[in-house]
Nanobody, 115 residues
Framework: QVQLVESGGGLVQAGGSLRLSCAAS????????VDWYRQAPGKQRELVAARTRDGSINYADSVKGRFFISGDSRKNIRYLQMNSLKPEDTAVYYC?????????WGQGTQVTVSS
């Protein structure tokens, strides 16, 4: 089994920064295989940042140049550094791991950006 726990969300003014953390435990073969998604009110869940098969990172167009994903393999934590935040970044942010035919999600952390 895999457990994912997000933290670091909160209320921030437009232009500010936040760093989200996703603590992973269980059968994770690599913390760098954990991706970030988000879901805004009334919208479908969307990819924010994910590792591709060649190991590069695919960022949503709306966050390119502002959000950066990283990982600490010793602590088994995946981070999402979010800079220059905009009101449209307001959403619940989730980390996700796919492995051995299963998909695991964390419980999500709320990010609210005020204008």
């Amino acid at each position: 089994q895999v457990q994912l726990v997000e933290s670091g969300g909160g209320l921030v003014q437009a232009g500010g920064s936040l760093r989200l953390s996703c603590a992973a435990s269980g059968r994770i073969y690599s913390i760098n295989a954990v991706d970030w998604y988000r879901q805004a009110p009334g919208k479908q869940r969307e990819l924010v940042a994910a590792r591709t098969r060649d190991g590069s990172i695919n960022y949503a167009d709306s966050v390119k140049g502002r959000f950066f994903i990283s990982g600490d393999s010793r602590k088994n934590i995946r981070y999402l550094q979010m800079n220059s935040l905009k009101p449209e970044d307001t959403a619940v942010y989730y980390c996700r791991f796919a492995g051995a035919g299963e998909i695991y999600w964390g419980q999500g952390t709320q990010v609210t950006v005020s204008s």
